[in-house]
């Protein structure tokens, strides 16, 4: 751990409007209101890089609540509760209509997540704010370093610069500030952070930008694992699905054995991975094989995919000509309003977690995160980490990251 000596303050005004003759504040009153609501309470927000998607987001939520969790077990970041931010525009979400920032709730279990951490949604934040503006003191812009191995070691390391690109988008609503910001290359742990944050210790509205970044201290230990199980659906979700599981797949139990699940990634990952995924030909076989070889006596096939509807189609008509029983998670017209892109994989990753046999892509974060659900429900880990393999060529086994209790 080092700290480059030399450390630039880039103090940059975001919003010079908002910066009058009164401070931050639009009159008076709104100025003692801020006196008022400034209790000992202090907020860290986070956001990601835009084009990530929603499961590794899942891991980056957990980077910061373990963080959090750990400091005020050593009576340190006491004051701090953990803003999530809202699921905005995301890049895969391509049929979605609302637009606007998406709650935690919507998808989560909120009093799960704050069993483990002292988490918050923004708009209780909102809630809380008398001001019309909600002014965030400092964010911290992490980057890369252009070379992680300098030296010939990777070491964790921070370094404040001077400047950076970043265009601060506060999850699409336009009354939010900030006061500053500062750019920090960075590489390492995430238990690093609150290091940075005492350039500015009375801060107590303070976000970091690129919250991918940081890394997990321990992945995989009893905490990650304290931390994952917490990270429960919200129970409408789960209900949903555990009502197609018993409808359509014919199990009422959390572990079922009829049927197999597929998680068959494909746009982005069949257009670049070819080396890493199969085609659909490929795919028809492989599914037979595990069929024949792992589940003789079962003839029921859930396919959780993005795939396009003509690549569905076909690989739905060949599984058939086998003999198989090909489900697809299909919404009905209510559910097609009303759910969102994110709502539906939610649901089919859920299918996925209580299959007898689950068979996922390579390095999807959407596959990772149903391997971990599995482990939790404690299905044998066998039945886990599999994954559908290129037509040719090599095909690693998926790293196996078992439960810690
Ligand atoms: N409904 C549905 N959506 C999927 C499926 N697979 C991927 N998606 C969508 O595409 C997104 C994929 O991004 P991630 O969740 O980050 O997972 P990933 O496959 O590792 O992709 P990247 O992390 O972006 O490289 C998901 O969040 C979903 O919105 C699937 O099986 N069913
Ligand atoms: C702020 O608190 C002071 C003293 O506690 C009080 O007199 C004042 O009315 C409050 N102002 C507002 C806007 O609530
Ligand atoms: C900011 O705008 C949103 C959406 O319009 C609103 O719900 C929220 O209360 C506003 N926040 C503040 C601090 O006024």
């Known amino acids: ?93 391509k049929t979605t209509k609302k637009r606007e920032p998406i709650p935690w709730g919507i998808f989560f279990d909120i009093e799960s997540l704050k069993s483990f951490a002292p988490v918050v949604e923004l708009y209780e934040i909102f809630e809380k704010s008398l001001q019309k503006q909600l002014i965030i003191d400092t964010i911290y812009v992490l980057q890369n370093y252009d070379n992680p191995f300098e030296n010939g070691l990777f070491e964790d390391k921070w370094e404040v ?52 970044i940081p890394l997990h201290d321990n992945y995989g230990d009893r905490k990650y694992w304290k931390c994952r199980k917490s990270m429960k659906f919200n129970k409408k979700l789960t209900e949903i699905a555990f009502n197609y599981i018993k409808e359509k797949l014919n199990c009422d139990t959390e572990l079922c054995k009829n049927y197999l699940g597929v998680h068959w990634r494909r746009q982005d990952f069949a257009k670049y991975r070819s080396k890493d995924v199969p085609t659909t030909s490929g795919t028809v076989k492989q599914i037979q094989n595990i069929m024949q070889n792992k589940l003789p006596h079962v003839q029921t096939v859930f396919i959780a995919t993005d795939a396009s509807a003509k690549e569905r189609e076909i690989l739905q008509n060949n599984l058939e000509t086998l003999g198989y029983n090909v489900h697809y998670y299909v919404p009905n017209i209510a559910e097609v309003t009303e759910f969102d892109d994110g709502t ?9 977690s209580h299959a007898a046999f689950f068979v996922g892509t390579h390095e999807s974060t959407f596959t990772f995160r149903i391997q971990e659900e599995r482990e939790l429900l ?24 078992t439960v810690v209790n």
């Open 161 to 212: 610069q001077e400047e950076c690109p970043y265009v601060p988008q506060y999850w699409g609503y336009g009354n939010i500030t900030a006061n500053e910001i500062i750019c920090v290359k960075f590489q390492g742990k995430i238990s690093m952070l609150p290091e940075l944050f005492q350039l500015h210790r009375n801060d107590k509205f303070i976000m970091v930008a690129h919250g991918e």
């Open 378 to 401: 404690g299905f044998p880990s066998d039945t886990t980490f599999n994954r559908l393999c290129p037509d040719k060529g090599n095909c690693e086994k998926p790293s196996r990251w």
């Open 344 to 352: 539906i994989a939610i649901l089919e990753q859920i299918i996925c």
């Open 1 to 93: 751990m080092k700290l480059i000596s030399t450390i630039f303050f880039n103090l940059i005004l975001i919003n010079a409007a908002i910066n009058t003759e009164n401070g931050y504040c639009v009159s008076k009153d709104s100025c003692e209101a801020t006196k008022n609501t400034s209790s000992d309470k202090k907020w860290l927000f986070y956001d990601v890089n835009p084009p990530e998607g929603f499961n590794l987001r899942r891991d980056v939520y957990m980077r910061f609540a373990i963080l959090l969790s750990n400091e005020q077990k050593q009576g340190k970041l006491k004051e701090f509760g953990l803003v999530l931010p809202p699921w905005y525009k995301l890049y895969h979400w």
